[in-house]
């Protein structure tokens, strides 16, 4: 059965840091994985997708990498902001088309 | 286009009466998936269904829910006689293969 942990549960920082988001997977067969962010009281939205011949996957601000035979993947964000601030899911398909497996997500403060 | 639709966004159901959430995918979407959020708790999968079948429904509880995706219209997830347990958040993602969309979700709250 597969799992996904989010490792740290909670992290606060001082704006302008570089972080480092973990997650990590029971089962390394997975199809794809997915990087979330939440915002308190809403809904999902969808940062990067990895597929599962990929390695990394950018955007901006965001690097997320996938080493499948480790069951690991980071998130990266770069210069962090207070707008940054809400819960980041990591998330894995176990199949083209499947369900969404999800961890239970890093609350990310970033103070002022 | 527009995103991934749910109403209601919030919906106020007293012990033993009938919750309907709706979710319209993205036009062109043909897969849709629910799932819940139960306070302090992760997003943990309910159903999957595509145009008027139910391709995986192993995240249900046996009793009292039930999902729909019929040929026109939106999906709907149905929870009869409600108890206080089912007060989550209920979130409809789409999908036109692989990547999924997710709607703003509908809050769901039993007094």
């Known amino acids: 059965k597969q799992e996904v942990t989010q490792i740290p549960a909670a992290l606060s920082v001082p704006e302008g840091e570089n972080l480092v988001l973990n997650c990590s997977f029971t089962?390394?067969?997975?199809?794809?994985l997915q990087w979330f962010r939440q915002d308190p009281g809403k809904g999902l939205t969808s940062l990067l997708l990895?597929?599962?011949?990929?390695r990394e996957q950018t955007s901006g601000r965001l690097n997320a990498s996938l080493d499948k035979s480790s069951g690991r993947s980071t998130l990266y964000i770069a210069a962090s902001q207070p707008g940054d601030s809400a819960t980041y899911l990591c998330a894995v398909y176990g199949d083209q088309g499947g369900k969404l497996i999800f961890g239970q997500g890093t609350e990310l403060s970033v103070k002022p | 286009n527009a995103g991934v639709m749910q109403n209601p966004r919030h919906l106020v159901r007293r012990r033993g009466q009938e919750a309907r959430l709706r979710c319209s995918p993205m036009k062109g979407h043909s897969h849709v998936y629910w799932y819940r959020q139960l306070p302090e708790e992760g997003l943990k999968f309910m159903v999957y269904?595509?145009?008027?079948?139910?391709?995986?429904e192993s995240g249900m509880p046996k009793e009292r829910f039930s999902a729909e995706f019929p040929k026109e219209g939106p999906s709907i997830l149905r929870i009869q006689q409600v108890v206080r347990g089912d007060s989550a958040a209920y979130f409809c993602?789409?999908?036109?293969?692989?990547?999924?969309?997710f709607g703003p979700g509908t809050r769901l709250t039993v007094t």
């Open positions: 993602a789409s999908s036109p293969q692989e990547e999924q969309y």
């Open positions: 089962d390394s067969a997975i199809y794809n």
């Open positions: 269904l595509q145009k008027e079948n139910i391709i995986d």
């Open positions: 990895i597929q599962s011949s990929q």
